[in-house]
């Protein structure tokens, strides 16, 4: 049984390698946007590098993060999460030492495989290792430290920058994941899932990032002509075809039928996306409307410090924290908005939430090369701040409380999974047809136009989803059948790249032998 205390030496071990190695994963996902300008000048990318450079970490992550967790479960939390880690490390030195935008293309999805082993694995850590009456604040106190490195690291990207290159928004990865192996070899248990069984669905994790590949590399290249009509339609038909073999083995998993492994006396895989997590329309709409905000969302943060940069004139540091408001937003009002929800439903948070973000986000398109940072961004990120802070822990208690209490760990990894993809799809997709392709960051009036047309396409999107959750959430959408109010434990600060993971269920308590029947 665990037994580690919060207030202990071991258990701020604990902490420490937790909260820094997710960190290190989640900062990568943002920081690097930074670093676009110079890198691109450097390794004479045009536009569509610079998304690769985005979601090819975007891509494996999404497809390979359920898996990661079944690893971490099967053979060991800490081991899967040091692999991780190792992995993360050498694939930043790659980053850091790319000669070409390719090189450092496929770096970033190698990255994204250890954000996939690491980042699952840091809260099933916390989860097994801490006693049942300190876990809910030691998961507090991991989510609260992750989002305070979440508000640090833009800015310490962008010192990194202007100071020693855009290189080193890699390389500093190297010493701070040092530290985390260092600690998590000393002080970190290990910890295995004994119910945890069968064999894995790799085939399952391979058709969902074939899937994700393929669409992306479509709506990535078509626009700007880069590649042949065959290769494009190829590579979209091959996606397609992905996506509807992934369906159909998820759902032959998802029944049992095993075919020769059962004849053989084999357990089938167990399958990565159980279908059945579908079953509740709640929990569908909830996903939809993930999937319009954090699309929305991905478009806007991969632009916006870019548009500074380019048409505004602002230097890497100052772009870099110039969404600083947000996190701090998030930190502030986050729990609060989660009580609000708790107390008259979260129908109306999450509509007013995404009106307000919309309208945030009309502001951040109105900034060109005459604004300043007090009078036209800072605004404008305030009000969009205030609108994701209203929306987002709502979001992920009503995803718990829709799931069936059997996949509430599987339902929290599902949402995950579906916000990054609708990042990956979304930039992929909008800046092209918005007119930003080829080497339109060198040229700051065709880049400003374009960046008004995405904003304007993106806070449609979100009161889109604002429609969608008033007609389809449910004022006691956070009331699970028992009639018990469900709350996250991830409430001090939830991720603007995705829903933060939540913890798995506690365990329902034997019954003692005698006692009456169930």
């Known amino acids: 049984m665990p037994d580690v205390r919060l207030g202990t030496g071991p258990g701020r071990w604990i902490l420490l390698a937790t909260v820094l190695g997710s960190s290190v994963a989640m900062l990568d996902a943002t920081v690097v946007n930074v670093a676009l300008p110079r890198l691109a000048r450097d390794l004479d990318a045009d536009m569509a590098g610079l998304q690769w450079t985005v979601n090819a970490y975007t891509l494996t992550l999404a497809g390979f993060i359920l898996l990661g967790g079944s690893l971490g479960d099967r053979y060991g939390r800490r081991r899967i999460f040091l692999v991780g880690v190792v992995w993360f490390a050498v694939a930043s030195v790659l980053c850091g ?70 290189r080193w928004v890699f390389l500093l990865n190297v010493p701070l994941t040092a530290v985390v192996v260092l600690v998590a070899v000393r002080h970190v ?3 295995v899932d004994p119910e945890a069984r069968g064999r894995f669905d790799v085939l399952g994790a391979a058709l969902a990032a074939l899937a994700l590949a393929g669409t992306t590399y479509a709506l990535t290249e078509a626009p700007g002509g880069n ?66 905000m954090y699309g929305g969302m991905g478009v806007m943060f ?116 579906v916000a990054r993809a609708a990042g990956l799809l979304t930039v992929a997709a909008i800046p092209p047809l918005a007119g930003l392709t080829g080497d339109a960051y060198d040229d700051p009036a065709q880049f400003s136009h374009g960046f008004r047309i995405a904003m304007t ?24 059948p028992s009639g018990e109010v469900v709350e996250p434990e991830c409430r001090s600060h939830c991720g603007v790249g995705a829903p933060q993971l939540q913890p798995e269920p506690e365990p329902a308590p034997a019954k003692a032998a005698g006692g009456p029947p169930p």
């Not at 004849?263 to 999937?291: C, H």
């Open 97 to 166: 030492l790319a000669m070409n935008i390719e090189m450092l293309i496929v770096s970033r999805a190698l990255q994204g495989v250890g954000g996939a082993l690491l980042t699952p694995g840091s809260l099933a850590i916390i989860q097994a290792s801490f006693a049942a009456d300190d876990r809910p604040r030691a998961v507090g106190a991991w989510s609260g430290l992750g989002g305070v490195a979440g508000a640090i690291g833009p800015f310490a990207g962008g010192w990194l920058v202007e100071a020693a290159g855009w």
């Open 189 to 191: 248990p290990e910890s």
């Open 227 to 292: 590649a042949s009509p065959v290769v494009i339609v190829a590579t979209a038909a091959s996606g397609a075809a992905a996506a509807v073999a992934f369906v159909m083995v998820e759902r032959i998993r998802g029944r049992g039928r095993a075919g020769r492994a059962a004849r053989a006396g084999r357990e089938a895989p167990r399958p990565m996306l159980p279908l059945d997590v579908f079953a509740s329309r709640q929990f569908t709409a909830i996903n939809v409307i993930t999937f319009i």
């Open 302 to 417: 991969f632009l916006f410090v870019l548009n500074l940069q380019v048409v505004g004139g602002f230097s890497p540091i100052a772009a870099g924290t110039a969404l600083l408001p947000v996190t701090v937003l998030m930190l502030l009002l986050s729990a609060r908005a989660g009580a609000l929800a708790q107390k008259i439903g979260p129908r109306l948070p999450m509509t007013a939430g995404l009106v307000v973000a919309a309208a945030g986000m009309l502001l951040v398109g109105r900034i060109d090369a005459d604004s300043s940072y007090v009078r036209d961004v800072l605004p404008a990120v305030i009000v969009f701040g205030l609108g994701l802070a209203a929306v987002v822990a709502p979001l992920t208690a009503t995803v718990l409380a829709t799931a069936d209490v059997n996949h509430a760990g599987v339902a929290s990894g599902v949402n995950n999974a």
């Open 457 to 480: 396409v993106c806070a449609a999107m979100l009161v889109a989803g604002a429609v969608l959750s008033f007609l389809t959430v449910d004022d006691d959408a956070l009331r699970a």
